[in-house]
């Protein structure tokens, strides 16, 4: 297991530098010149290229491929072009534990509301409550994003007056560290925030978690080992938690794994419709802005987290599944 | 504390790197400039109390005594020098340099006096020193830190940034022009404009403004928490007319899409009376404004007789002139969905009326780019912040203008423009500026479509805010919050 661990871990190397170069590669691709853009419309041909000699932007491609991955084998991603001079790594590391707070509350929720439901869609498989569920998640998995978000907003801000309409509150951890010291009200105010873009982003989650939990359920149901164990007299409910779902997630586990890879990636139009400051904000900006070093900071971020939770995923496997091994 | 929302995180703190509007706001409120614009944009006295022009080219300022920056340090003629010394130093990443390159002297005549001398008079000078003064003693470490920690003299201190999400203000008690009323500001960012219309709605938020969208200010006016304010802008959304390739090299083509181009539909179908249906390059905030000046006005008749005129023959729907069809493209960046249906909706009614029309939408970066080096044919796009009428036409008309994207050139205009630039006189610029937007409503070079709006939407508790056409916050030092 170690041994498969330790090779995976270096096979991430090899992905990390891979990405690196598709993403430096695209980015000088692409039409759109940092200096610029940083200059605005009203800069002269001569302060433009003023500019890109003191940027370095005049070198070769590769020069500046090459200064980049010596500087980030470091830990040195950079400094930004457009944040006034702020370093990415810090960039990165204000915008990352709010997109990470944002993307596990949400499966969170997803994972809460999805495997339950599933199991119920498939336990009364064609019953009213499959039925109805299997229509709502249809028109849940058609809904943009955007739209449900100012749905959301319309009706808690608006209508209720139960939640904000924007922003973050206290970061969570913080948050529980006041209600430790008897302070409960950041914490009241950090869930509050957090409900609606939290709902927003989960709706994907669960209907993909719900489906995929009653597909995986009604196979595993239909299995000998199942006939054998309720023969042998054991309960409806003992069979389906005990012997059935034990089966029946390991595939889901794969979609919560992807999923969250996906969430920490930033939230993109989520993040934008509430104004919470993650990554997937960042992002966007920077890349409207060719704001290389940021770009390239937060993709390689992105793909680092993502290939640990893959990495995970794949040792949880193992883990629940006695028949797995890695060699 | 007042609740304001913008749209963007402001990109620096350090007035002489600020692009976006947000860096803008946030320098208004934090720095003071030698001069600040009033809301008819006339320059009022600020850290320079008063100003003469001994010669066309020489100006003095004299400084305000005894102000101080928000880290107690004193004001001085220094921090002057210093402030434009460095953007004009040539390895500046001052986005405005070129505003203020035609200044070739800044020297300290005493601690509380200025000189600058310009290499020829220079009119527009003055609407230009609203910029922030930064404190010599921080910038000159070079360490960047006034970008994430603006250090100024105006009514309100830097206290805290949350990267993305908000800046928090608190009021300068000892500012030169009084205390604010309030205890200080919260810029909250907040991106998508109907989510920010959503949050003063629900009394998230006490102020927001421009830009927002036209549906969600009919819903706000509605309120009775709620005042909105609506002006025009100093903004204008034109078309610029590359009029270096065929067929849009030829003046009758280009006048004959301007008769072809209903200003007045796209003002009240996409921008719902929130822009307005623009006449000339003159915007009417400003002094050189007159309605005399005209392009022409929308007319298929008089644009189908100009082309038959001009040797061109209607075959199967469009027009054609020595075998060459009159075939177009139309192009606008993607970022501003009002932007996108103005092109769809130009491309149908020039369709109807012979021209073949290509429309194409790509994100701002590929699109500025190519319309930098002149690769299109006609492009949608804006100009901001025209405070002088030199700072709409020089770099943008002149022959060999910065820019001057769509390779216009006539001695004419030239001369007129290097007139107006160079003549102090006000009355005797206006005339100059209206000569010059007429020939260039005749040429086209530029179709002017609109003359952009600007609205704030505030919380009638929020009292004695001044809105100011070019977005700025300034007046927020003197207003009051009811019940808070």
Known sequence: ?327 | MVRVGLDVDAGTGDPRLALDSSAYRLGELVYDGLVYLNNRQAPQPSLASSWDNPTPTTWVFHLRRGVTFHDGQPFTADDVVYTFETILDPSSKAPYRSLYTPIVKVEKVDAETVRMTTSAPYAPLLSYLNIGIVPKHIGEKNDGSLASHPVGTGPFRFVSWDRGSKITLEANARYWGGAPKVRGLVINIVPDNSARAAAVEAGDLDFIHSPLSPQDIARLRKSSTLVVTKMTGLGITYLNVNTSVWPLSDVKVRQALAYLTDRQAIAADIYQGMDQAATSLLTPGLWAYTNSVRQPEYNPAKARALLQEDGFTLQGGVYVKDGKPLAIELWTHSEDPNRVQAVEFLQNAWQKYGFRVKVSTNEWPTFSSAVYASKHQVALLGWLNIVDPDRLMFNQFTSSGGQNWEKYSNPVVDALLQRGRTTLDRAIRAKIYQQAAQILANDQPYDVLLYQGYVVVQSAQLHGFVPNPSGSLKTLDTVTLGGR
Request: hydrophobic share 55%; aromatic share 8%; with cysteine.
């Open chain 1, 1 to 327: 297991m170690l041994r498969y661990v330790l090779r995976r871990l270096a096979q991430m190397v090899v992905v990390l530098f891979g990405i690196s170069l598709l993403v430096f590669g695209l980015l000088h691709l692409v039409p759109g010149d940092p200096a610029a853009l940083l200059l605005g419309q009203q800069a002269t041909a001569q302060d433009i290229a003023r500019l890109r000699h003191v940027m370095g932007l005049d070198r070769p491609v590769w020069y500046q491929f090459v200064q980049y991955v010596a500087r980030a084998a470091r830990g040195d991603l950079g400094t930004s072009i457009f944040l006034g001079g702020q370093r990415v790594t810090a960039l990165i590391g204000e915008h990352l534990p709010a997109t990470a707070e944002l993307a596990f509350a949400a499966m969170a929720l997803a994972v809460a509301v999805g495997v339950p439901v599933g199991v119920l869609c498939a336990v009364r498989q064609y019953s009213m409550v499959d039925v109805v569920s299997m229509a709502v998640t249809q028109i849940g998995v058609s809904m943009p994003v955007f739209w449900l978000g100012m749905l959301f907003i319309l009706l808690f801000s608006l209508q209720l007056r139960w939640l904000p309409t924007f922003g973050r509150g206290m970061p969570l951890p913080a948050a529980v560290l006041a209600l430790l010291g008897g302070n409960g009200a950041p914490l009241v105010d950090s869930l509050r925030h957090l409900a609606m873009p939290a709902m927003t982003l989960a709706l994907s989650a669960v209907v993909l978690i719900t489906r995929m939990v009653r597909s995986a359920m009604l196979e595993v149901l239909g299995q000998d080992y199942v006939r054998t164990a309720r023969s042998k007299g054991l309960t409806v409910r003992a069979v389906t938690y005990r012997h059935a779902l034990r089966n029946a997630v390991l595939p889901v586990i794969t979609i919560v794994g992807l999923q969250v890879g996906a969430l920490l990636g930033g939230a993109v139009v989520t993040e934008t419709i509430f104004a919470w400051p993650g990554l997937g904000q960042l992002l966007i900006n920077a890349i409207s802005q060719r704001d290389f070093p940021v770009v390239q900071g937060a993709t390689l971020v992105i793909a680092l987290v993502f290939s640990v939770i893959n990495l995970a995923v794949d040792v949880a496997y193992a883990w629940l599944d006695p028949r797995i091994h890695y060699g």
